[in-house]
């Protein structure tokens, strides 16, 4: 059975209706999705309060305020004489991140009673 022109018509408009029907309930979905994936990483997480929180704030807080990033002994410098002789560094790095982190992670330790996993 042949369709008039206007029948193809109103069948196009009717399958392109469904179509951004269908599109738009597949962003609701995947809007959805993506919640409850953030939802459920998020139950896994280990609860603390807002005090204890601020504890483990205050004691990051505590271990950079301590360092001394003005010693040039905590850099690796490399000079370099420019075209009019003068003296720059060309590359400069900070060898103390180690012990950041390692200061870091005693002073956040201690605010806790770590329990050791079971075999």
Do not use: W
């Not at 280990?46 to 483990?56: A, G, K, L, N, S």
């Not at 271990?63 to 003296?87: A, G, K, T």
């Amino acid at each position: 059975m042949e369709m008039t022109k206007e029948e193809l018509e109103r069948k196009v408009r009717e399958l392109t209706a469904s179509i951004t029907t269908f599109n738009n309930d597949a962003d609701l979905l995947k809007k959805d999705l993506a919640e409850a994936n953030k939802r459920l990483e998020a139950i896994n997480l280990p609860r603390v309060t807002r005090d204890q929180f601020t504890d483990i704030a205050n004691a990051i807080h505590q271990v950079i305020m301590n360092i001394d990033f003005c010693d040039s002994n905590n850099y690796e410098m490399d000079f370099e004489i420019d075209y009019d002789n003068r003296i720059s560094v060309g590359s400069m790095e900070f060898n103390e991140a180690d012990s950041i982190s390692d200061d870091i992670i005693m002073e956040v330790e201690a605010l806790f009673n770590i329990l050791e996993d079971e075999v």
